[in-house]
C-alpha cells in the first residue's frame, strides 16, 4: 500500500447566491481554500440532484429534498434560514391580493420554496391557483401568470414600485409564529462516515461570518451596495439554527406530507448522531 497515497478531496456543491457567502467564503478565499473541491454557480435544485447522483460528496441542499434523497444525513447547526423576513424568497405580483391570484409560476431552480408556496396557498390561503414551472425570468414569468415565485439575488433586485411583492418567510412566520429554514449542509451517510464533514461546515460559517465585510465589499453591484449585503446577511438570514427554526422545520415537513409534497416523513437524522 502507497504511504503517502492522499484521501481525495471531499466534493461539495453550493449554489452561488448571496444568502449561501458567507458559507463557502471559507473554500473560496479563506483558511479552507484547498480542504475541498467546490463545485459552486450551481441552482439549490442542481446542488441536490449532484448529491442523489453522487456527483458530490455533501452539498446545501434545499430542506424538501431531505424527504426525498436516500441515504443522506444534515450537518447540524448550519443553515440558510430566517427568523422573519428574508427578502431574497419572495412573490412578485400584479395583485395586492393573494387571494385574488389565479395563476401561479414557480422558479424551476426551487425545491422548498415551490412547496412553501404550495403550503401557504392550500393551508393558509384555503385555495389553490393553476401552477406553471419556469425558468427564473420575471418579465417572462408574468406573461401569463399573474404571480412568481422568485428566490435568490434576483429576488432581491424586482422593482417594488412595480409589482407586490410578499416575502415568504414573513408569510409563514405570520402564520406559524415561527422561523424558517431554507437549505442546510447534507451528505451521503458514506461520505459522512469518511470525512470530518461537521468541522469543515461549521468552521467554514464562523469565518464567513466574522469576513462579512469582505464579502459584501467582493459581492457588491450596481444595484446591491455592501451596506444593503452586509444588512440583508446579517438581518434577513440565519446561519445557525434556533429553537423556533427548527419547530418550524418540523411543521414544515408535517405540512408537506399532510399536502402530498412528500410521501413520508423521514425521522432527522445528524451527522454525529
Known amino acids: 500500500m502507497d504511504q503517502n497515497r492522499q484521501e481525495p478531496l471531499p466534493r461539495i456543491a453550493a449554489s452561488s447566491y448571496l444568502n449561501t457567502a458567507p458559507l463557502i467564503w471559507s473554500f473560496t478565499h479563506g483558511s479552507q481554500c484547498d480542504a475541498v473541491q467546490l463545485f459552486t454557480d450551481k441552482a439549490p435544485a ?9 456527483e458530490v460528496d455533501a452539498a446545501l441542499v434545499p430542506v424538501i429534498e431531505y424527504q426525498r434523497l436516500p441515504d443522506v444525513v444534515i450537518v447540524p447547526d448550519v ?5 422573519s423576513a428574508v427578502r431574497s424568497v419572495v412573490i ?5 391580493n393573494l387571494k385574488k391570484v389565479k395563476r401561479v409560476s414557480l422558479d424551476d431552480s ?7 408556496v404550495k403550503i401557504i396557498f392550500r393551508e393558509f390561503l384555503g385555495f389553490e391557483p393553476e401552477w406553471q414551472t419556469s425558468p427564473p425570468d420575471l418579465r417572462s414569468m408574468l406573461e401569463h401568470n399573474d404571480a412568481a415565485l422568485v428566490i435568490g439575488d434576483p429576488a432581491m433586485k424586482i422593482p ?21 429554514v431554507f437549505a442546510m449542509w447534507m451528505a451521503s451517510a458514506k461520505s459522512a462516515k469518511r470525512v470530518r464533514l461537521i468541522d469543515f461546515f461549521k468552521l467554514a460559517r464562523d469565518e464567513g461570518l466574522a469576513n462579512l465585510d469582505q464579502i459584501a465589499a467582493r459581492c ?7 451596506g444593503e449585503i452586509h444588512d440583508y446577511l446579517t438581518r434577513n438570514i440565519a446561519f445557525q439554527m434556533d429553537e423556533d427554526m427548527m419547530k418550524g422545520l418540523v411543521l414544515y415537513f408535517d405540512l408537506a406530507r399532510r399536502h402530498g409534497l412528500i410521501d413520508e416523513i423521514k425521522h432527522l437524522k445528524f451527522i454525529g448522531e
Open 220 to 226: 457588491a453591484d450596481q444595484t446591491l451596495t455592501p
Open 79 to 83: 443553515c440558510v434560514g430566517s427568523r
Open 110 to 116: 426551487s425545491r422548498t420554496s415551490v412547496a412553501l
Open 160 to 180: 417594488r414600485e412595480k409589482f407586490r411583492v410578499f416575502d415568504l418567510a414573513t408569510l409563514w412566520h405570520d402564520f406559524t409564529g415561527l422561523g424558517f
Open 46 to 54: 442542481r446542488c441536490a440532484e449532484m448529491l442523489g447522483n453522487g
Open 92 to 96: 412578485a405580483s400584479k395583485q395586492n
